[in-house]
């Protein structure tokens, strides 16, 4: 009897082994599409700086800004107990001539939960005797449950249409810029 509870604890602890180092097939599928990037009629360093705009107007901080990448993060809490933070990264890259750009945009989203954590001790006083106080503390952290690479092509697009149109307005030549009224 002894021997048979032994080796089903023995068979269902080798099962959980199983599953915490089970493999995954790769998850991505390379394909030609554009829902990552985008052709414009402009130089790098311009395109980047629209999506730097693009980026600032939907109340992103911008934490990496060059002539060929920008980085812009943005916190989100959804609920009390969950945070999400997205995270967009532009690249900018001359095609041909370099008056042709290619912009590359990646977003991952993290995702956090708070955890609540009891940390308790006990204080000895050695002079009163054995007395014990017991106290505690409760301590509250994020701990990441996912991050994932967004994959809609309409996010993509919505992206791309926003840093076009901060493009339009940046070429738009300074003559034909209308002047504020006093």
Excluded: W
């Excluded at 107007?57 to 812009?72: F, I, M």
């Amino acid at each position: 009897m002894l021997a048979a509870l032994l080796l089903g604890a023995v068979a269902l602890s080798g099962c959980s082994a199983l599953q915490r180092n089970k493999p995954y097939p790769p998850q991505e599928r390379f394909a030609s599409g554009e829902t990552f990037s985008r052709l414009f009629d402009a130089p790098p360093a311009a395109v980047c700086r629209s999506a730097r705009l693009a980026l600032l107007s939907q109340g992103y901080l911008v934490t990496v800004n060059d002539a060929a990448l920008v980085e812009g993060k943005k916190n989100f809490q959804p609920d009390v107990g969950s945070h999400i933070e997205m995270v967009i990264r532009v690249v900018c890259v001359p095609d041909g001539d370099g008056a042709i750009s290619m912009a590359f945009a990646a977003a991952v989203q993290e995702t956090y939960t708070v955890r609540r954590v009891s940390n308790s001790a006990s204080v000895g006083v050695g002079s009163v005797g054995s007395l014990s106080v017991p106290f505690g503390e409760t301590s509250e952290g994020l701990t990441r449950v996912g991050s994932q690479t967004i994959q809609l092509g309409e996010f993509y697009d919505r992206l791309f249409t926003l840093i076009k149109s901060y493009l339009a307005m940046d070429s738009v030549p300074a003559a034909a810029a209308p002047t504020p009224t006093p």
